[in-house]
C-alpha cells in the first residue's frame, strides 16, 4: 500500500470517530472498533461501547443535585449570604409596614358608637288583650282559649301583650274588689300560671292590667277611698310580680288623685323587683301639658294617651305633633298610639289606616296596638247604644249571624294569604323594626317637604338609613325632599331603594331618584340607603 493510500485510510478512520458523523440508525449495543489494514486493531485507537440497556442510560444521565457538603460550601460564598440578608430585611420592612397601614386605618376609622341600654319593650310592639271574649269570638273568653293563639302573636312579632282587667271586680264596689283573684269567669290561677309559662317559651311578654274598678263608673272608685285602693295597690303589684307577670298597665289616670306620686311609687316597686319589669299608664288626655303633668318624674314609665288623634290627620299637624312631643319628652322612652285602649278603625279614616302603621312603627318609641288593628277591626255600634268590643275575626265563622256573610279579605285567614293585606303589612313593619338598628334606636330627623307631607330619617352610626316620606294628601304629590338641617351622618343620597309601599300598586325593591320622588294619594313609602363614610 502507498503512502497516499494509507493516508486516506487514516482519515477515514477518523472520521468515524466522531460521533456526531456517526449514522443515527446505528445497531443498539454493537461494539464499534477502529482498525488498521490486515484486521488488527491500531495502537492507541479508542473503543467506543453503547450501554447495552436504556435503564442504565437513563440512570446514568439523571441528575442527583448537590451533596449536604456541597450546598453548604455554596451557601457560604458571600454572594448567597449578601442576598440572604437583603431578603430578611425587605421582609421584615415589608411586616412592619402592613402594621403601621393597619394601625393607621384603624386609628382613623370612625368609631362605633356605644349601644344604649335596651329592654325587651324597646324593641317590637305592645298588643292589648282587653276583652278576652272579644278577642277569642264566641264560645271563648278564658285563660285556657287564650294559650291558642300564642302562635299568632308570635307571627305577628309583638313583644308583649297586655292582657285583662281579669280581676274580680264589684261594680263601684272597693270591698267586692280583690287585684289579686282572678275572677273565675276567665279561669284560676293555675290557668294563668300555664298561660305564663307558655308565652316565656314563646318569648312573649305578658303585661297585667289592674285598673281596679273597671267595670265601675269611675276606674279609681270615689276620691275618699284613695288610700284604700292605693294600699290594694301595693300588695296586688307585690303579688303578680312574684307570680312572675313582665309588667302591669292602669288606666284613666287622670281620674286617679295624686297621680304622679303613685305612679312614681308603682314604677319604683316593679323596678326595684327588677329594672326589667314595665308601667305602663293610660289616660284620655290630648293636651301635651296635660300629659307631661301625668309623667311627673317616672323613669321608664310608657304613657298611652290620645295626643296623636288630635292630629286632623294632616301632614303638617302631625309632623308638629311628633317633633313636639319628642322635645318635650327629650331624655324619655316614648310610646305611640292614638288612645289608650280603643281601636285605631274608630279614630283614624279607613284611606289612612296603612299609613298610620308605618308612621307608628317608624318613630322613635314603643307602637302600642289593639287586638284587631292589624287587620283593620272596625267597631259597629248600635244607634244610640255605647261601642262594644267587636269579635276578633278570625275565619269566616267569626262573622255574627245577624250580619250575614262577611268578606275573607276581612279576617285573619284572608289577608294572611293576601300578601297585600293590612295584615301582612304590618307584620312586613313589625319584622323591619325588631332587627334594624336605625329603626329600633336610632336617631331622627324631620325633613322638609311638599304640602301635606311628612318625611323624617331615622339612622344609627354605621348601619343601614331608612327614610320614611307619608302623604296626607288625597293627590299626588312630589315629595320636594329638603336636607338642610341634617348632620353630615345623615345626608341624603340620590337614590334609595323602596322597602315598602302601602300602596298595592307600586313595585317594591326598586332604586328611586330622591329628586323626583313622587307619592300617590294617602301612600307612604319606607325607603332605605346604605350608610358612607
Known amino acids: 500500500m502507498s503512502q497516499d493510500t494509507e493516508a486516506d485510510l487514516k482519515e477515514v478512520e477518523l472520521n468515524e470517530l466522531e460521533t456526531e458523523k456517526q449514522p443515527m440508525n446505528a445497531p443498539s449495543g454493537a461494539a464499534m472498533a477502529v482498525v488498521v489494514a ?13 450501554a447495552d440497556d436504556e435503564a442504565e442510560a437513563a440512570a446514568a444521565a439523571k441528575f442527583t443535585g448537590l451533596s449536604k457538603e456541597e450546598l453548604l460550601k455554596v451557601a457560604g460564598r458571600p454572594g448567597w449570604v449578601r442576598t440572604r440578608w437583603a431578603l430578611l430585611v425587605l421582609f421584615w420592612l415589608g411586616w412592619l409596614g402592613m402594621l403601621a397601614g393597619a394601625v393607621v386605618i384603624i386609628v382613623r376609622a370612625p368609631r362605633c ?16 288583650i282587653g276583652d278576652l271574649e272579644a278577642f277569642q269570638g264566641p264560645g271563648g273568653g278564658n285563660l285556657a282559649g287564650l294559650k291558642r293563639h300564642l302562635d299568632y302573636l308570635s307571627s305577628l312579632k309583638v313583644k308583649g301583650f297586655v292582657l285583662g282587667p281579669i280581676h274580680e271586680n264589684q261594680k263601684d ?3 267586692g274588689t280583690n287585684l289579686e283573684q282572678i275572677d273565675p269567669t276567665f279561669g284560676s290561677k293555675e290557668d294563668f300560671d300555664n298561660l305564663l309559662q307558655l308565652a316565656k317559651k314563646k318569648s312573649i311578654r305578658v303585661i297585667l292590667d289592674l285598673t281596679p274598678n273597671y267595670r265601675g263608673q269611675n276606674s279609681w272608685f270615689l276620691p275618699t277611698e284613695i288610700n284604700s285602693v292605693a294600699a290594694k295597690m301595693k300588695d296586688a303589684l307585690s303579688f303578680w310580680l312574684q307570680a312572675g307577670v313582665d309588667g302591669f298597665q292602669v288606666r284613666n289616670i287622670e281620674n ?5 306620686l303613685f305612679l312614681a311609687e308603682w314604677q319604683n316597686m316593679t323596678k326595684s323587683f327588677s329594672e326589667d319589669r314595665l308601667l305602663i299608664a293610660g289616660t284620655e288626655f290630648s293636651d301635651l301639658q296635660q300629659i307631661l303633668s301625668l309623667l311627673g318624674s317616672a323613669k321608664d314609665l310608657l304613657l298611652t294617651s290620645s295626643y296623636l288623634a288630635s292630629s286632623g290627620f294632616t301632614g303638617e299637624h302631625t309632623e308638629f305633633l311628633v317633633t313636639q312631643y319628642l322635645n318635650a319628652t327629650e331624655h324619655r322612652w316614648c310610646s305611640w298610639s292614638l288612645s289608650q285602649a280603643g281601636f285605631l278603625t274608630a279614630l283614624v279614616p279607613a284611606r289612612l289606616l296603612r299609613l298610620y302603621q308605618l308612621l307608628l312603627f317608624s318613630l322613635p318609641g314603643t307602637p302600642v296596638f289593639s287586638y284587631g288593628d292589624e287587620i283593620g277591626l272596625e267597631v259597629a255600634a248600635l244607634p244610640g247604644l255605647p261601642a262594644k268590643a267587636p269579635f276578633m275575626l278570625w275565619d269566616e265563622s267569626s262573622f255574627p249571624n245577624t250580619s250575614g256573610p262577611g268578606s275573607t279579605n276581612m279576617t285573619v285567614k284572608g289577608q294572611s294569604e293576601d300578601t297585600g293585606s293590612l295584615l301582612s303589612l304590618f307584620r312586613r313593619l313589625s319584622d323591619q323594626r325588631g332587627k334594624e338598628r336605625s329603626l329600633l334606636h336610632g336617631d331622627f330627623h324631620v325633613l322638609s317637604s311638599g304640602p301635606d307631607l311628612f318625611a323624617y330619617i331615622r339612622h344609627w352610626d354605621q348601619n343601614e338609613r331608612f327614610l320614611v316620606v307619608l302623604n296626607f294628601g288625597d293627590t299626588d304629590q312630589p315629595a320636594r325632599l329638603g336636607a338642610s338641617g341634617l348632620p353630615a351622618t345623615a345626608s341624603l343620597p340620590t337614590t334609595a331603594d323602596l322597602l315598602l309601599s302601602t300602596d298595592r300598586g307600586r313595585e317594591e325593591g326598586v332604586s328611586l331618584e330622591l329628586e323626583h320622588l313622587n307619592l300617590k294619594p294617602y301612600e307612604g313609602l319606607l325607603l332605605r340607603f346604605p350608610y358612607v363614610a
Open 113 to 128: 358608637r356605644e349601644l344604649p341600654a335596651q329592654s325587651w319593650w324597646h324593641k317590637g310592639a305592645l298588643y292589648r
Open 38 to 50: 490486515g484486521g488488527a486493531e491500531k495502537n492507541g485507537l479508542v473503543k467506543i461501547k453503547v
Open 256 to 260: 286617679l288623685t295624686d297621680a304622679p
Open 173 to 175: 264596689d272597693l270591698a
